[in-house]
């Protein structure tokens, strides 16, 4: 570029491009002959419905979870009536048992 004057332009070697305007040349992330980089594109987005897939997945997961958690306590408490009537009958059984010993 030619100056005029014995001074350089304050331009020089500077954009005088304003903020928000459009530029020449290619974006960041556009490939030198002008092409964005589709597999970049479709990587994210193919990670984007995996990373869904699996939120599902854990919320359905935590959800068999919290019903299993449910069930064992279920199962404990009928385990636990379950004990305790079988130690009535047993002690119904001694006191019959010694009746029929201090009987004969």
């Not at 491009?17 to 193919?46: C, K, T």
């Not at 004990?83 to 006191?95: G, H, N, V, Y």
Request: net charge neutral; no cysteine.
């Amino acid at each position: 570029m030619a100056s005029r004057g014995p001074y350089p332009s304050a331009f020089e070697g500077h954009s005088i491009q304003p903020p928000g305007m459009m530029r020449h040349g290619p974006f960041p992330g556009v490939s030198p002959d002008g092409h964005r980089s589709l597999e970049h594109i479709f990587e994210a987005e193919r990670l984007t419905r995996e990373n869904r897939r699996l939120a599902a997945t854990q919320v359905d997961h935590q959800r068999e979870l919290v019903a299993a958690q449910q069930e064992v306590q279920r199962l404990k408490a009928h385990i636990g009536s379950t004990q305790t009537e079988s130690d009535i009958q047993i002690r119904i059984l001694l006191e019959k048992i010694k009746k029929m010993e201090a009987d004969i």
